[in-house]
């Protein structure tokens, strides 16, 4: 196994965790919610009374971070994700990440940060599932296709 030294950012991805692992202690302890983004977009189709306002704040946050990020960050900080793949396979991946949060009941964020954290069996056997599925599906495309 080679390490990709130039895109290994563990400082970053560090900072990254410990930030998420803050934001979602203090939205469930002070509002009482998991911080799981499929859960938060969901809740605006159809939006309660009331309800809207904050998340669309939330998601609008999601795309103005990183524009901070970029204002504020010094520029070798900032490094472009590199995918390897076109935009078809981009498009379908994400669709297909999209069903397998109507299935499984929440996302990435809800289950492997906020689910595992509060020891929920549910949150447990879906992170299980989407590890091997990410695992199955590198394989596959490695080593078979």
Do not use: E
């Given at each position: 196994m080679n390490i990709d030294w130039t895109h290994f950012t563990p400082w970053a991805s560090l900072v990254g965790g410990v930030l998420l692992g803050m934001a979602s202690a203090m939205f469930i302890l002070l509002n009482g919610r998991i911080l799981g983004i499929s859960g938060i977009l969901g809740g605006l189709l159809p939006a309660k009374a009331g309800d809207a306002s904050w998340r669309i704040t939330f998601l609008l946050g999601l795309f103005v971070s990183p524009l901070v990020m970029k204002a504020l960050a010094p520029a070798e900080f900032l490094h472009a994700p590199r995918i390897d793949a076109n935009m078809?396979?981009?498009v379908v991946a994400g669709l297909l990440v999209g069903v397998g949060t109507r299935y499984g009941s929440g996302c990435t964020s809800g289950h492997g940060?906020?689910?595992?954290?509060?020891?929920s069996p549910r949150s447990m056997a879906a992170t299980g599932l989407f590890m091997?599925?990410?695992?199955v599906t590198v394989f596959v495309i490695k080593h078979i296709i």
């Open positions: 078809a396979m981009v940060v906020c689910g595992l954290s509060r020891l091997a599925a990410g695992f």
